[in-house]
């Protein structure tokens, strides 16, 4: 996130319910902000009705939270999904939001959700999800809206679905950037994320797609950054000062001695090739930690958490003559 955007205030979303802290100038601002409407299906509210995953954008005072959320299931059933993901907004910099309700998906798909939410330097903003033909279905997609208006309310368009993906083939967890670096390749919007073959495979690949356009939004089709040999999961993008990507993920090898290795790639042609950054070593991927991984899953209290680490990337976009300018 450019910092000119955050414009001294800080947010920080939590769920579920959605919730939004508020951080003024480093002093402890308003009381905790419920983004999502109320929930008052009484009947349903176990473990029919949740929000997780949350994600946020910043631009100005104009704030977007997105959401997993199941509470078109909880009232109208799975017949009457179209959408897993919800999402709402604030034009206050935080202080109140409105529940925008679903996040409606191209036609023909069910929206799945696992948001990523970014902006560009224009105040654009652009969801990220998953979404399947039917909820009955394995097959999953990936797909992008961009938003068609910030005022008076942050409305998004029909989502661009990436194309270039496996026929069988299982998306998870995507992460997003948008290049603001107002070089050549300002603007463009790049989505990283894991691939299985199957509902059933144990490994994955690291998948990553570039927009081609954003007015109409479309993508170029997907390429691979990684093999399948192992679980390569928790795929993040980052855009440096000078419009360099980058992309860092996990690799994970499960077993008796479970290993996990932080990887990262990267690219100076606004994602159309990668390489590893450093031209020293002769591998294809720069391994930049081994440690041994969390747990997957941690019980407490009759509660299953995922709990699996991934690694997380950011790009120092000090000014020009900056001594720590394009740090990773």
């Known amino acids: 996130m450019d910092r000119k955007q955050l414009r001294g205030r800080l947010c920080l979303v939590a769920s579920s319910s959605v919730l939004v802290i508020g951080l003024v100038l480093g002093l402890i601002g308003r009381a905790d902000q419920q983004v999502n409407q ?4 009484t ?3 176990d473990n029919n009705t949740t929000q997780s995953e949350t994600c946020h954008a910043v631009s100005g005072t104009t704030v977007v939270v997105a959401w ?3 509470n078109q299931v909880a009232t109208e059933g799975l017949d009457g999904l179209t959408s897993l993901m919800g999402y709402g907004y604030s034009l206050d910099g935080g202080a109140t939001f409105t529940d925008a309700g679903a996040v409606a998906p191209p036609p023909g798909f069910v929206n799945l959700g696992d948001p990523a939410a970014a902006v560009d330097s224009a105040g654009n903003f652009y969801l990220a999800f998953m979404l399947t033909p039917s909820i009955s279905d394995p097959v999953s997609h990936m797909a992008v809206a961009k938003s068609t208006a910030t005022s008076p ?10 194309p270039g993906l496996l026929p069988s083939g299982v998306q998870d967890k995507e992460l997003m950037a948008v290049d603001t670096s107002g070089g050549p390749f300002d603007g463009r919007v790049y989505v990283a994320w894991s691939e299985f073959a199957s509902v059933f495979s144990s490994t ?3 998948n990553f797609a570039r927009s081609t356009s954003t007015a109409p939004l479309a993508f170029a089709p997907t390429v691979a950054l990684s093999p399948a040999t192992n ?7 980052a855009v440096g000062p000078d419009g360099e990507v980058y992309v860092v993920w996990g690799r994970f090898t499960l077993g008796g001695s479970p290993t996990q290795e932080a990887r990262v790639i990267k690219s100076t042609d606004g994602g159309v090739t990668f390489v590893n950054p450093d031209p020293g070593d002769p591998s294809p991927h720069k391994v930049i930690a081994s440690v041994t991984p969390a747990t997957g899953n941690m019980v407490s209290g009759g509660v299953n958490i995922r709990t699996r680490g991934f690694p997380y990337i950011a790009v120092d976009r000090t000014p020009v003559g900056s001594p720590t300018r394009g740090r990773v």
Do not use: E, S
């Open 38 to 41: 109320a929930d008052h299906n």
């Open 43 to 45: 009947a349903d509210l």
């Open 68 to 70: 997993n959320d199941t």
């Open 153 to 162: 309310a942050v409305t998004f368009g029909t989502p661009a679905v990436i």
């Open 204 to 206: 994955a690949t690291i």
């Open 231 to 237: 679980l390569n999961q928790g795929a993040m993008p």
